[in-house]
């Protein structure tokens, strides 16, 4: 079982940065593939981004490519998603995930864990 909690979520301008943390319970972490996405109101759910097990290898949607980068600290079982120029159709709740995989997916149906999430507001 993997529990994901994350924070960092707020309301920020266009153009302006938030990190978002997620931060992981439960010994599985360092072998779970990670992934962000997120949901506006009236919205499926999309893929923001994802990454390896080791963080040598990430994958990103076209929308948030260049903008947004994903990290993780296996010793912390912590992901991060710096957001940076982030604009009013960023505005979403966003969710942390965890594949038991190897293999980066990017569709949320493969992803085994997921966290509750927290809102992201981009104001124009």
């Known amino acids: 079982q993997v529990r994901l909690v994350e924070s960092g979520g707020g309301l920020v301008q266009a153009g302006g940065s938030l990190r978002l943390s997620c931060v992981a319970s439960g010994r599985t972490f360092s072998s779970s593939v990670m992934g962000w996405f997120r949901q506006a109101p009236g919205k499926e759910r999309e893929f923001v981004g994802t990454i390896s097990r080791l963080g040598d290898s990430t994958k990103y949607a076209d929308s948030v490519q260049g903008r947004f980068t994903i990290s993780r600290d296996n010793a912390k079982n912590t992901v991060y998603l710096q957001m940076n120029s982030l604009k009013p159709e960023d505005t979403a709740v966003y969710y942390c995930?965890?594949?038991?995989?190897?293999?980066?997916?990017?569709?949320?149906?493969?992803?085994?864990?997921w966290g509750q999430g927290t809102q992201v507001t981009v104001s124009s």
């Open positions: 995930a965890a594949r038991l995989s190897t293999v980066l997916n990017v569709a949320p149906q493969f992803y085994d864990y």
